[in-house]
T-cell receptor, first 114, second 111 residues
Framework: DGGITQSPKYLFRKEGQNVTLSCEQN?????MYWYRQDPGQGLRLIYY???????QKGDIAEGYSVSREKKESFPLTVTSAQKNPTAFYLC?????????????FGPGTRLTVL | GQQLNQSPQSMFIQEGEDVSMNCTSS?????WLWYKQDPGEGPVLLIA?????ELTSNGRLTAQFGTTRKDSFLNISASIPSDVGIYFC???????????FGPGTSLSVIP
């Protein structure tokens, strides 16, 4: 079964704890992305990576960190420095070999910090 | 930075009605994308457009790539309850650029 998987679907953490969200893809896509979505809001880019061992900050990177050690994996760590971490987190990926290579999303992880 | 505007922000329509929404940009894009997000799920790609003036259909959905390359339109014919969700437009200049997303249009269908 090909696609993008995010686990877990729901995640609860206590305030002050770091938490890592998983994103895996078996589509052999080059680029991977993390977005944050708040209720009734659009998608805001946190971090993205176009190649293994390289990544760039998006529009709201403060309080987050990522790694890209393998092409198929792009975990996101929400650190205690993130002031308002409760949100819906979406991972996406795409090939980058042609103009028709579009971006696909995972099912999302809803993080609630208590 | 680049921004996309979507209108309307939200819509409440009767089942069976047709729906039109649009997306505009201050910059030129070479690819326009339309996604639908169901509550609690990730967005799903509906239609991708790659050429100015292109008109593409996917079932009851039809999308157009504006001739100025600064806008795109999505139409849904004969709406049904499962059309409920948030519709996002997105634009991309080249295959190496980030995809830029609009704020979304929320669609509610009254049975």
């Amino acid at each position: 079964d090909g696609g993008i998987t995010q686990s877990p679907k729901y995640l609860f953490r206590k305030e002050g704890q770091n938490v890592t969200l998983s994103c895996e893809q078996n589509l052999n896509h080059d680029a991977m992305y993390w977005y944050r979505q708040d209720p009734g809001q659009g998608l805001r880019l946190i971090y993205y990576s176009q190649i293994v061992n390289d990544f760039q900050k998006g529009d709201i990177a403060e309080g987050y960190s990522v790694s890209r050690e393998k092409k198929e994996s792009f975990p996101l760590t929400v650190t205690s420095a993130q002031k308002n971490p409760t949100a819906f987190y979406l991972c996406a990926s795409r090939r980058m070999q042609g103009a028709s290579d579009t971006q696909y999303f995972g099912p999302g992880t809803r993080l609630t910090v208590l | 930075g680049q921004q996309l505007n979507q209108s309307p922000q939200s819509m409440f329509i009767q089942e069976g009605e047709d729906v039109s929404m649009n997306c505009t940009s201050s910059s030129i894009f070479n690819t326009w994308l339309w996604y639908k997000q169901d509550p609690g799920e990730g967005p799903v790609l509906l239609i991708a457009l790659y050429k100015a003036g292109e008109l593409t259909s996917n079932g009851r959905l039809t999308a157009q790539f504006g001739t100025t390359r600064k806008d795109s339109f999505l139409n849904i014919s004969a709406s049904i309850p499962s059309d409920v969700g948030i519709y996002f437009c997105a634009g991309q200049r080249t295959s190496y650029d980030k995809v830029i997303f609009g704020p979304g249009t929320s669609l509610s269908v009254i049975p």
